[in-house]
């Protein structure tokens, strides 16, 4: 585990770690959940926008490490398999400013296809069509071509699946279309729920996520995760750190987003998330702004779904991995 | 009531869900809620106090932010419709033995486990298909099917009530009474001018315990007793419901505190019904309520000094009948849903002339 200003450890968690003796020993014997934050300052051309090319690179540098492997070609072939139904759950709640970048969207689609997977195979889902749109996804569905479609379109599942606290019909995208899913949320803030990153993206699979921020979400967003289709299917996260935003989330708010231009990729959605809250935390503290547990909406929910009853990944920081290249 | 049913019952043209959800008519500016900084918005609706971001919306998912206004999304944007008897409301207080025009919105701001209208209360309203009926159109039908009064249920009213306001105006203005069933969330500028529209409100008290609404509804216990507290101010008629579920509200702590508290707060003649559980929806692990917990329940608050404490969802049993607690004989005689006799002349007991206080044959006793 490396330390630094860009990683899930703070300078504080690696003394009381060490104070606990847990450090050492404990942390070199577990096999740890990996983390692999892909940065690159010259992502942007001179209008701002990023370079798809240079997102490309980054995507491939990312997965390349993530899956330790000299070809990204190889790497996707570990995601999907031809024959499988890939959806690529994006994060368009927000419009254009704050949703999963289209050109990632396209680079990743790209990879697929040179990793077997067809363009009838490929499926672009959110909640809604006018979200898909309002991010500049076109809404399409052809059948020879990459599909884009909302929950409102698709519908959802007949049956109510059950955990915990949490009982929702499931989007049939998820449930009846797709073999496979990547998990593509964006590295923000939320307003309620603390942060919104690989869990929290989950929720645009569910009939009814208003009824889940009570609490700041708490069990909610842990025992979503836990319904077996999402369990099952979801085969990694790539969180779109492209231009990340650390206050007012999940609406766009740009005076409080900044140009990351990173991706972060992981199979454990709770390290995953738990690394890239640390971000935004850090990102807060330099600009002045309170942790989000001063303001009543640390994202418990984190912890919960690392717990004995979720074991959905790990939130120990001496059990992540983060690899940054 | 299937789809085609309601349709033809309506006569009206049902509207697929796809298609209503982009209908400007079932949308309007709300009318409880404050706005924010940076086009968010906090509703007033109800105690849950949601702050929305724009583009978002609240717990009950019918309300929605637009660029910092707030919008109602199920005005007149009815997903249930049926005609009911009033007893199955329940209201026994409330002209017996009249049926009445039943309509329902998506949506609820709480999310009991054991619901019985999940599928409408706890989805969004494009979720669902729905038919626009505007007030006077409400008012009208109510009165084709000799209806005298609406009545706002299945999923909660509290939600939908711009359209409950509107539609409990034009009822008025044509000689259809209102009537709310509800859990009584709601915060009190509301509540107070929906108490000036309405003739009568039923609110299902869920527990007498916080431990349950935390858990169970997701919502809290305070806000619905000062709910009831409130409608007993404006001297609206109201009735309470308890539905008893087998281990979670059933002790007899808990039906002494309820009935100490309605004897205390409310009166002894407020009707309280104790109503039977069914499993369902997330509480499907549970056995429906046995008859002996709901007769205790009676017993424990008939011996509080409550007059008129009723079991409900048991049909046949003589605790579905009025007794008049002056002489103990019936005076209004019910099987199930429906009223087989009723002995009262001008609200008043025919054999002792005792009150009974309701609204019979429209006027407030």
Redesign the interface.
Known sequence: MRVGPHHGITRRGLLQASLAGTFAAGAAAAEKSKVVIARDPALRGAGGSADSSRVLKMLDRAMQSFYDTDSPIDAWKKVARPGEVVGLKVNC???KGAATNTVLVEAICERLQQAGIPQKDIVIWDRLNSDLESAGYRVVSRPDRIRYIGN??AG?DNE?T?NGSA?SLLSNTLVHTCDAVINLPVLKDH??VGVTLALKNLFGAI??P??Y??NAGDPYVADVNMFPAIRQKVRLTICDALTAQYE?G??Y?PQWSWSYNGLIVARDPVALDYTGWQILERKRAEKGMKPLRELHREPLYIATAADARHRLGTNDPNLIGVVEV | MDRRAFVQLLALPAVAARAADADARFTVEARFYEKLPYKKIKCKLCPRECVIDDRERGYCGVRENRGGTYYSLVYARVCAAHVDPIEKKPLFHFLPGSMAFSVATAGCNVNCKMCQNWDISQVRPEQVNSTYIPPKDLAALSRQNQCPSIAYTYSEPVVFSEYVLDSAAAGRAVGVKSVVISGGYIQEEPLKQLCARVDAIKIDLKAFSDKFYKEVVNGELKPVLNTLATIRKQGTWHEVVYLVIPTLNDSDEEFRGLARWIKSELGPDVPLHFSRFHPEYLLKNLPPTPLPTLERAKAICDAEGLHYVYIGNVPGHPAESTWCPQCRRVVVERAGFTVRAVHLDGGKCRFCQQVIPGIWDGARI
């Open positions: 709640l927000s419009g409102d379109t959802y109510l059950v009982g307003g309620i009939h009814n208003n009824k921020h009570t007012g999940p609406s708010m």
